[in-house]
């Protein structure tokens, strides 16, 4: 029994210990004016469902689950995060060129149309991103309507 | 109990690729990029573009033989050609061109490399317009078949060494299914 004891001990410290370990934070302050909804003019409804389901991971904005300062939690989500924004960063959009723009729009239309995206982890503990039917007809007419204009 | 806790929290924003070590070069490009400097500027531009479009036939190939594990390989070759495209000795309205075309290209391929066969063909149909539109910078040797699908989604096309159909985004189950537009030469 001393030995259980003892490793929950270790794994406590460790616990711990692990916690003062810093991580990058994705945030700001204001919406850049490069950002997709502002060079875009997006109507709000869609940027309302946007912000929800895709900015946490492919904007310059995170906001943060009440649970995000734990360690390891914090690392895993800076690690998504970096990688979610070097596929796709919103606040970026105005930089991409026209070819990346239009290459860009048709995977968030096929990822949102097969539920690829919000990934089935993240909507586990964040079920407003969740699209419904009604959403996905909503901002899949409206990212062809921006692909077509380009 | 508290690993209990530890492990429930770490529910994540994505789910885990799998990621493979990528430290391979494709050697044919590689041997001919360092021996590029022996040869005249003229010389190595060709052998770079030939190797694109070996690397794209290549994945071509492996998505009309419907092989996921080949196709990612073959974007793995592609990708790094890409990488290693040197744009030095074009105009600087070319270079801006190709330099956009090499980006979005390798991302096109760097996605095939980690997808099932049913986003490998989506990434490549959108790849197949990025090479099309290299090569009528860079030029082919080869004449080049641009073929066409209806088909696939919104019209799947490729580019083929040969006339005869074989179809990309279907295999097997309609590999007979497309047209040729045009001939590149």
Known sequence: MKIVKIIALVLLVAFVGIQFIPTERNQSDTVPATDFMLVNKVPVAIQKKLQVSCYDCHSNNTQYPWYNRIQPVAWVLEDHIKEGKSELNFSDWKGYSKRRKNSKLKSIISQIKDDEMPLFSYTLLHREAVYSDSEKALVINYIKRIKDSL | MVVAFVGLTTMSCKDSKKEKATDTHSEMGHDEMSASHTMKDSDAQNSASKQVLADYMLLKDALVATDEGASAKAGEKLEATLKDFNVDNYTSEEQ??????????????????????????????????????????????????????????????????????????????????????????
């Open chain 2, 96 to 185: 801006n061109e190709l330099n956009e075309i090499i980006e979005a290209a390798t991302e096109h391929a760097a996605h095939i490399m980690k997808s099932d066969i049913a986003h490998q063909r989506e990434h490549f149909q959108m790849l197949t317009k990025d090479i099309t539109d290299m090569v009528a910078i860079i030029g082919t040797d080869n004449t080049l078949y641009q073929q066409f699908c209806p088909m696939y989604a919104d019209g799947g096309a490729w580019l083929s060494m040969e006339k005869e159909i074989k179809n990309p985004y279907f295999g097997s189950k309609m590999m007979n299914c497309g047209k040729v537009q045009k001939e590149i030469n």
